[in-house]
């Protein structure tokens, strides 16, 4: 089974060592601002000739919407560079959280059957995936989870491929978050008391090697689901996740101080990372969060897990949110109804129901 510990490409090495690629694009310089980026990285240290790769993008809604979910046009470039590199390529993403969408409606409306086709990458829904247990740290605890076999013992690293984005809860989502999607579970809300201390170790388990960020929008106000999209067009490389997430929020206008999921020190504040070609100009748009009520409650609720367990694992719990929904509405949910419908009249009975590792 495998254990916590240190990683240093995540946790121990100092961030002042890193080396960050930041760069603005333009449509027809992408790909080749990802070369340069990936080489000023040193990416062919951190992923091997031929090597097993996951790639992982952020698809954290049912179709593509701009600044919450990976642009398919950035994940085609970057697919095109490293099939150069290692046709051993997988590329995924779990079922949507709360019992949400099927990763399968994700990949068809993100255009994933043709782009992975095009490289010979393997499209895979973790989900689905045989799962082995885990145990990651989180702090002074100890988290048991289930993990998709394929991260765990299947590849040799993992690329993460994440949107910047304004997060009403952590306060601020990117490179070091985005593998909170590799736990299969769709139930996986039962965990954020455990989150900002365990998401370091968790990406040690899964083998994250490389940060690509696409910073084609950036969500401003109340992610990460919705918000305001800003196009920022910005390219962020990095193997230091974290220090990848510290050049996003500069670039972003934020603290990064303030983002307690990356476990930054005085000395990480004091000596930033090393930014390539040079440091971003001061922002263009500074971003801010700005939480509703509603975020204020999900915040405070998530760090408790009584409360978690009460308001969204719980039948009073079900309860509630059934009766919101129907005075309210739920955009989201409208949202995987109608695409069910288009899936459905074009691809009969391809569409399976989201399932949970505890369906397996």
């Not at 240093?8 to 002042?16: D, K, L, T, W, Y």
Request: aromatic content about 8%.
């Amino acid at each position: 089974m495998p254990q916590a510990g240190e990683l240093p490409s995540v946790s121990s090495n100092s961030i002042s060592a890193a080396r960050v690629y930041v760069n603005r694009f333009t449509g027809g310089t992408l790909e080749s601002i990802l070369g340069e980026g990936l080489g000023a990285a040193n990416w062919e240290e951190a992923i091997p000739r031929d090597a097993a790769v996951f790639v992982k993008p952020n698809l954290t809604y049912p179709r593509h919407k701009q600044a919450v979910t990976t642009t398919p046009a950035f994940l085609e470039a970057l697919l095109a560079i490293l099939s150069s590199r290692t046709k051993r390529i997988w590329v995924g993403e779990s079922n949507g959280g709360y019992r949400g969408w099927p990763a399968e409606m994700a990949f068809q409306f993100h255009d994933l059957h043709r782009i992975c086709g095009r490289f010979g990458a393997t499209l895979v829904n973790l989900s689905r995936e045989p799962t082995e247990s885990v145990v990651v740290q989180a702090g002074k605890r100890h988290l048991p989870l289930e993990l998709p076999r394929l991260l765990t013992r299947g590849i040799e690293a993992l690329i993460t491929v994440p949107v910047p984005k304004i997060h009403s809860v952590t306060r601020y989502s990117g490179a070091v978050k985005n593998q909170w999607g590799c736990i299969p579970n769709d139930m996986r809300l039962r965990y954020h008391p455990f989150f900002d201390d365990g998401i370091l170790d968790l990406n040690r388990i899964v083998h994250t090697r490389l940060a690509v960020m696409d910073g084609t929008f950036m969500l401003d106000r109340s992610g990460p689901m919705f918000g305001t999209p800003v196009p920022m067009k910005t390219v962020i490389v990095s193997s230091d996740i974290r220090a990848a997430d510290i050049v996003a929020c500069r670039v972003m206008g934020i603290s990064p101080q303030k983002v307690r999921h990356l476990h930054l020190n005085a000395a990480d504040l004091v000596e930033p990372p090393e930014m390539l070609p040079a440091p971003p100009p001061a922002p263009a748009h500074l971003f801010a969060l700005r939480r509703s009520f509603r975020d204020m409650l999900v915040t405070l609720a998530f760090k408790r897990r009584w409360a978690v367990w009460l308001i969204w694992d719980s039948k009073p719990g079900d309860l509630l949110h059934q009766a919101l929904y129907r005075l309210l509405g739920n955009e989201t949910q409208a949202e995987i109804r109608r695409l069910a419908g288009e899936m459905e009249n074009s691809f009969p009975g391809q569409l399976r129901p989201a399932a949970t590792t505890e369906d397996q």
